[in-house]
């Protein structure tokens, strides 16, 4: 039970909200080009070009990029025109998505918008188990079944 209440607290909460903010673009600043790097980034302003960031990037609610996005975790108040690959995705309620999503954890809150394809890079292993679920559990007690009407 301990557990189950400390995913219920954990909801909502990204690894980056301990992480310390490292860049910050500003609402008035226009920045042409390609970010890269490690640190974690917040911006506030607009972009115009790719974003590569290995620990994080802050999508601020006036925010605007227009450009793909890469990162580890990935927080959106504000809005892209490009595509996204993270480990993990919030898109918050004030937060736009033009553009494909491939990661491993998304949280949409209600009110955002998106448009575009969506891939759970984890997906293909939940089909696998299924499968394999099926082939022990179930096919046995079918080949019991026919077995006892002979």
Do not use: C, W
């Not at 310390?20 to 673009?25: E, K, L, M, S, V």
């Not at 975790?73 to 690959?85: A, D, E, P, R, V």
């Not at 918050?92 to 575009?116: F, H, P």
Request: glycine content about 10%.
């Amino acid at each position: 039970m301990i557990k189950e209440e400390r995913k219920k607290s954990d909801a909502g909460v990204s690894k980056l909200d301990s992480m310390q903010i490292n860049t910050i673009i500003g609402n008035d600043i226009i920045f042409k080009g390609d970010l890269n790097g490690d640190s974690v980034i917040r911006i506030d302003g607009k972009v115009e070009g790719n974003i590569s960031l290995k620990q994080g990037i802050i999508l601020g609610e006036k925010a605007f990029v227009e450009g793909n996005m890469e990162s580890d975790y990935i927080i959106l108040f504000g809005h892209i025109k490009g595509n996204i690959k993270s480990k993990e995705i919030i898109l918050k309620s004030t937060g736009t998505v033009q553009g494909d999503i491939v990661t491993d954890a998304l949280e949409i809150e209600m009110g955002s918008r998106y448009n575009g394809n969506l891939k759970i890079s984890q997906i293909e292993e939940v089909k696998d188990i299924a499968s394999e679920y099926k082939k022990s559990a179930i096919l046995p007690l079918i080949e019991n079944r026919v077995n006892e009407k002979v």
